[in-house]
């Protein structure tokens, strides 16, 4: 006799190679809450979404709640992710996503002839975690390089896919000027992140050292938020502003097979500016 269910709770199969539905649905949830960020959503909105009867969902948040991985608005009933997640992703590490990454890193140089790398953000800015080089270029080698996030094709990849209010506080200090073609004015910054988002990839025209030029694109999870950075880059003479478009395309192709790697599905194909920011008027820059 078939299992019964909950009124109004959608009937699913159980999942295959010996899952647990009820962690399943639980982890449902959490990736539901984490994605309603920063406001949070009541139980309702939550069980809808997660296709969940309202009784069920309401018990495994509760349960979450009372372990600290999800914390409940006495006054809203909102939830929203909880101290016990914070301390987990403090202590995670990213060697899950480099053995993963690396062989889409070595397919992305042999394609392009340049560098490739893996950066992923961390408190003081972004950090590159894996790197491959072409065998017969000499290059300079940024593993383990933190860089400010303004000033690099892969921190305005990462932030043209955050929300507004997150892009503000990795904004809030000065800009520091590093060249000439550094952006250090918001204004402008803002309307070239607009941009970012409209192609789906990210350029730096030596912002960072005058001489180096790169394309960059975010590496999304299933809700479209930015989990690291794929980025292609070299001297000026080798990846000239001719070259942006065909880099910026694998570059996007490389972030989409990571992403499908770690279990997300989002793409960062041209979908139109973030939610709260207006396309720039005028020319399309290419810097």
Known sequence: MAAAHAPG????AQPAGGRVQALERAIALLNAVAAS??????????????????ATAWRLLATLEHHAMVDRDPLTNRYTIGSAITTMAATAGTEGLIRRAHPVLEQLCHETGETANLAVAQRLGLTYVDEVTPPVVLTARWLGRQVPIHATSAG???LAWLPA???EAMLSGPLAEFTETTRTDRESLHAELAEIRAQGYSVSVGELEQQLYGVAAPVLDSWRRPVAV??????????????FAELGTRARRAAEEISELLGGTASARPVGPAPGRTDPAGEHRSA
């Not at 709770?9 to 699913?12: G, L, M, S, T």
């Not at 794929?230 to 070259?243: A, F, I, L, M």
């Open 9 to 12: 709770e959608q009937q699913q």
């Open 37 to 54: 960020a920063p406001k949070g959503r009541p139980v309702a909105e939550l069980a809808v979404e997660c296709g969940l009867n309202r």
């Open 156 to 158: 305005k990849a990462l």
């Open 165 to 167: 209010d997150e892009v």
């Open 230 to 243: 794929v980025s292609v880059w070299g001297p000026s003479d080798r990846v000239p502003r001719s070259r």
